[in-house]
């Protein structure tokens, strides 16, 4: 997968999983401009990359802010071929105890965000006849119930749906939009919890056997982004290591050993 000659912009691109698509869409030979509320921390990542990076400030909540963005990425490459719509933001919290200061926080930065960052994508590619790739970052708490995370899993989920109807519509221009669905990923963002003991409970319902890195999901990323997923448009990728795979059954085993009898009951609700 090449993206020579290509300009794609990365929302989030200071954290964790836009960095990494950030560094591997520039090894691949794409044109790079990274933006991020924390501009200097794009601007650091950019300067990782090298010159083929540009980086800016940017709140995408701000509709002045990611319009201003996009004209500029206009006025100085000529094009704008490939979006990474990522950047985003959650909190921790049962619905009892969810301000509303927090609940508006989700939307603005992962509905109203990403919103705003695909639209103006859009407007322009259409605007220069150009055809185009976008991707949105949602979350396997879009499809997942979440416990704690009400306000972040009903944000994302309303981001699978935008990807659909965008999807159908820009499928004329030669646009196609998809999501990224990530499942717990060792970020700046997932920290915290991971470091609070999340870890161990999350490893043993990952199949695969471990957290995810950003590269993970930086390659799934590409690959919807470039010439390899050229019939693909409106979908929602899910990257977990197999941690969504719905009700798989009432036992359970140590899946390594072959002929094991140690099978045993799921833990039921409650159980430690
Ligand atoms: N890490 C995970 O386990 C995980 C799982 C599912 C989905 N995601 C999603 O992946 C995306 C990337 O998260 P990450 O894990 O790399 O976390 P991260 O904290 O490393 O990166 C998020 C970045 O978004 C930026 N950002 C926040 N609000 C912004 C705004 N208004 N305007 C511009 N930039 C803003 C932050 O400054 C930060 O650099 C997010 O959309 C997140 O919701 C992460």
Redesign the pocket.
């Known amino acids: 997968m090449r993206y020579d000659g290509q300009v794609a912009v990365i929302?989030?691109?200071?954290?964790?999983?836009?960095?990494a698509t950030a560094h591997l869409l520039a090894e691949r030979g794409a044109t790079v401009v990274l933006?991020?509320?924390?501009g200097d921390?794009?601007r650091d990542q950019a300067a990782k990359i090298g010159p083929s990076a540009w980086a800016a400030g940017?709140?995408?909540?701000?509709p002045d802010q990611v319009d201003g963005l996009f004209d500029t990425v206009v006025d100085r490459y000529g094009r704008i071929d490939l979006v990474f719509a990522?950047?985003?933001?959650?909190s921790v919290g049962s619905v009892l105890d969810t301000s509303f200061d927090d609940w508006r926080r989700a939307f603005?930065?992962?509905v109203h965000?990403?919103f705003l960052t695909a639209r103006a994508a859009a407007v322009r590619m259409v605007r220069h006849g150009t055809p185009g790739s976008i991707v949105v970052?949602?979350?396997?708490?879009a499809v997942v119930p979440t416990a704690m995370m009400a306000a972040?899993c009903s944000a994302?989920a309303s981001l699978n749906m935008l990807v659909a109807v965008m999807a159908y519509e820009l499928g004329a221009h030669d646009i196609r939009v998809n999501a990224v669905?990530?499942?717990?990923?060792?970020?700046?963002?997932?920290q915290a919890i991971l470091a609070a003991g999340a870890e161990d409970h999350v490893l043993s319902n990952v199949p695969l056997g471990r957290l995810?890195v950003?590269a993970d999901?930086a390659r799934t990323v590409c690959y919807l982004l470039s010439d390899e997923a050229a019939y693909v448009t409106g979908t929602a990728l899910v990257v977990d290591g197999g941690g969504a795979i719905p009700g798989a059954g009432w036992y359970t085993n140590d899946f390594r050993r072959r002929g094991a009898t140690t099978w045993r009951l799921q833990r039921s609700r409650g159980a430690r």
């Open positions: 929302t989030g691109a200071a954290g964790g999983i836009g960095g933006a991020d509320l924390n921390g794009a940017c709140d995408t909540t701000d990522n950047a985003g933001w959650g603005d930065v992962n965000g990403t970052t949602s979350s396997t708490g972040y994302k669905l990530p499942g717990v990923v060792s970020t700046p963002m997932t995810g950003p999901v």
